[in-house]
């Protein structure tokens, strides 16, 4: 038998003699597709395919690890370009902020009182949640107080950020980007919610205030699951409620407890959900069900605003 008939050639590039096989699929590799391997040689294939197989690390929660918190840095983006977009054009705030049942005349002048009682009422209108502008209810929380207005000012948006910053990081690297911006938005929902259901009707509100209590309820709760000293993370907790019953005679309160209960109770689902794959059903479970509770606690209340209909 001669040479040419015993050649083994690469099965990638069939024009290389070679003699080196594989040590996964065991094919004939030349030195262009050879790497690495723990033991011998592998092929690109091989290799593409084991770092498919490999477990990929999760957070606690598991969620995908980063080390950016992306999600953090661009709610903090967003906040800061909406209060500039205020300063530009101030109807901003009275059109996108966080309003139950407001009666405006024809020339769209807001009037006295909330309740529903100007439906009907000849050239009157009501506008806010209860006249269909759901979107208040998160819209309002990437608006602040102009700096020329309100008890603080540019503090309200300074004071919020400042919280975001220090906390979103951390919580954000805890719970992956998904979950965090999930539960960022449904605290900023759950604050809304609360001051549809509690608040005068005809209240003007606006702030990440909500968001940023759930995001530190989160915090809390994660440090709690992790088994964080307890007089520091309970320092922290003392400290939060604290702010909540102070600020209840400048701001309000009803977003600032809705965004903590939600917050709250969706982190204990992120941290306590059972492992394996009952993980991802029950966390996202918990998340439907805050939607479908905090939608039909707003329905409701419109419903009684608006004398039985509720507008979409």
């Known amino acids: 038998m001669d040479s040419e008939s015993t ?184 604050g809304s919610v609360l001051e549809l259901v509690l608040a005068d009707p005809g209240q003007v509100s606006v702030g990440a205030s909500g968001a940023v209590f759930g995001v530190g309820a989160a915090y809390y709760v994660l440090h709690r699951r992790l088994g964080a000293e307890r007089g520091r993370v309970n320092r922290f907790m003392a400290w939060l409620l604290l702010w909540l019953v102070v600020s209840a005679w400048f701001t309000s309160w009803q977003g600032h407890l809705g965004g903590l209960l939600v917050g709250g109770a969706l982190a204990l689902a992120y941290a306590y959900a059972p492992r394996g794959g009952r993980r991802l059903v029950v966390q996202a479970g918990a998340g439907a069900g805050l939607v479908v509770l905090l939608a039909v606690t707003a329905a409701v209340k419109v419903s009684e605003l608006t004398g039985g209909s509720v507008p979409l």
């Open 7 to 190: 050649a083994t050639t690469c099965y990638r590039h069939p024009a290389v003699e070679c003699h080196v096989r594989c040590t996964r699929c065991e094919r004939y590799i030349c030195p262009d597709c050879m790497r690495d391997a723990p033991v011998g040689h592998q092929c690109s294939e091989c290799v593409k395919e084991g770092a498919r197989s490999v477990r990929q690390a999760r957070t606690l929660v598991g969620g995908r690890i980063s080390t950016t918190p992306v999600v953090t840095y661009a709610l903090f983006a967003l906040n800061v370009l909406a209060y500039l977009a205020e300063l530009v054009r101030p109807e901003l705030v009275d059109r996108f902020a966080m309003v139950g049942s407001r009666p405006v005349a024809a020339d769209g002048t807001p009037l006295p009182g909330g309740d529903g009682l100007f439906l009907g009422s000849g050239p009157l209108r009501v506008e806010g949640v209860a006249g269909g502008e759901w979107e208040r209810m998160l819209t309002s929380a990437f608006l602040h107080q102009s700096p020329f207005e309100g008890t603080f000012g540019i503090l309200h948006l300074t004071m919020n950020m400042v919280v975001l910053w220090q906390l979103g990081r951390v919580v954000e690297l805890m719970l992956g980007r998904v979950r965090f911006l999930v539960l960022y938005l449904l605290s900023a929902l759950g």
